[in-house]
């Protein structure tokens, strides 16, 4: 018995097929850029099939770990070459390269990936967002058990830690005068 196997010669491009919502813009070189997260701008570049995920303010701790969480997933759906994942050509940026694959349209692989990573990344800095916006509250509109209407506090011939009279200098404390 023998099996006929036939092979195109060209196969279709295969793209995504849900529709995915982000903040992305065309730059004048081509390249696309992808805004929707608060830590890092994501760079796809489609003539050199990379992804630079480049820090919106400061390198930190902080975007260092967004990138690698980014990238790992993006190893891990298999968009980029592992052993292509570094630090990029900017300060404080990560780069990859993709996959060549002629059956996908890689840009739109990378942008579903990269969707994938905002919606995991979303909960988290909404919970952050609202807990900054708790602590806003909570020293611009105190309930009346945290505060104290002025005057209530009465009136000490010494307060706090800094006494009057004393001269703090490079080596330690010295007394000037005692009042």
């Known amino acids: 018995m023998t099996i006929k196997v036939t092979i195109p010669k ?7 097929k849900e529709d995915i919502n982000l903040n992305v813009r065309k730059t004048l070189g081509n390249q696309l850029v992808v805004f929707d997260h608060p830590d890092v701008d994501i760079v796809i570049y489609p003539e050199s ?7 919106k303010d400061k390198s930190s701790e902080e975007v260092y770990d967004t990138q690698d969480r980014l990238f790992r997933l993006l190893r891990a759906e298999g968009i980029v070459e ?5 630090g990029g050509y900017v300060y404080g940026s990560m780069e990859a390269q993709m996959f060549l694959n002629e059956d996908y349209d890689m840009v739109q692989v ?3 990936g990269i969707n ?3 919606i995991e990344e979303k909960p988290y800095f909404e919970h952050i967002e609202e807990f900054e916006r708790a602590v ?3 020293l611009t509109e105190p309930e009346s058990s945290d505060s104290t209407e002025l005057g209530e506090v009465p009136q000490e011939p010494v307060k706090g830690s800094i006494r009057p009279g004393w001269i703090r ?4 404390m010295s007394i000037m005068n005692r009042n």
């Open 49 to 55: 099939k990379k992804i630079l995920a480049l820090s």
């Open 82 to 86: 592992p052993e292509s994942v570094r």
């Open 116 to 118: 994938k990573f905002i």
């Open 110 to 112: 990378a942008l579903h």
């Open 169 to 172: 200098g490079p080596y330690g």
């Open 136 to 138: 806003d509250d909570y």
């Open 10 to 16: 060209s196969p279709p491009k295969l793209g995504i």
